[in-house]
């Protein structure tokens, strides 16, 4: 098959799982436990200046397997440009990091099918977030090599990815990511904590600006007395008193 050929099969792929693929819908839960995570991690990496792609629900094509569609999915060292799918035969790789999360249902798909899975296609790290039981569970792959998950065990409740070089964390029903000692915030709480400063700034700024007029009417007020005092003391001498 020549490249041409090649390519146009790739671009032959659907770019859609069809809901035979797909778990039933989750809801509100589901959706914001991705959507968090995506802000999250986009906003890091952007920030960063590192090549990276974040995905959710990208159908992937690895050779001679069935398709699939992760919650979300982080590839290193990728253009993260808009992808309508991910086939590992013409990107180059494979994905570094898989997060499902799981909210209702049987959970043997996220963690029993899925934990053979994606060690067998080699992926160095798999996560589940579990928001019915409000849990993470995480796996990595012990070398490059291996194709069986070993758990991934929280330090100080936190959950160290080293594909990510970041921490995961649980904590008031939220799933939080840690560079350090640095919370990482997605677009939303940064501006939300940006709108915060410039509001205080603001106030700041008005209590100032008052603060100099009453400083201002004061003197004012202290001149004008002052010149009165001094009119006075005029007159009180041109009366020889």
């Known amino acids: 098959m020549s490249m041409e050929e090649r390519e146009r099969v ?3 792929l659907p770019a859609e799982v069809t809901w035979d693929e797909m778990a039933m819908p989750e809801g509100d839960l589901h959706s914001e436990g991705k ?15 590192r090549r990276v792609y974040v995905g959710t629900e ?20 990728a253009d993260p440009h808009l992808r309508g799918k991910w086939v590992v035969s013409r990107e180059g790789k494979g994905l570094d990091w ?34 019915a039981r409000e849990r993470l569970e995480a796996y990595r792959l012990p070398s490059p090599e291996a194709r069986e ?5 929280p330090r100080h409740g936190r959950y160290p990815s080293e594909v990510l070089g970041l921490e995961l964390q649980l904590d008031e ?11 990482l915030l997605e677009p939303e709480e940064m501006n939300e904590r940006l709108r915060g400063m410039l509001d205080g ?7 100032e600006a008052r603060q100099r007029a009453e400083e201002v009417r004061r003197r004012e007020e202290a001149e004008r007395r002052l010149a009165e005092l001094q009119v006075e003391l005029e007159r009180l001498k041109s009366r020889g008193e």
């Open 10 to 12: 790739v671009e032959s």
């Open 58 to 77: 990208l159908p992937i094509y690895y050779p001679g397997e069935r398709r699939f569609a992760p919650d979300l999915l982080v590839v290193l060292d």
């Open 201 to 207: 700034a603001q106030r700041r700024a008005d209590e």
């Open 173 to 183: 029903e939220r799933l939080h990511f840690w560079a350090g000692n640095a919370l």
């Open 35 to 49: 959507r968090h995570a995506l802000g999250a991690l986009r906003s890091y990496f952007k920030q960063q200046r």
């Open 149 to 153: 998950y070993v758990r991934i065990e």
């Open 98 to 131: 898989v997060m499902e999360v799981h909210v209702g249902g049987d959970r043997k798909k996220d963690a029993e099918y899925n934990v053979r899975r994606y060690a067998r296609l080699g992926i160095p790290e798999y996560f589940i977030y579990d928001r």
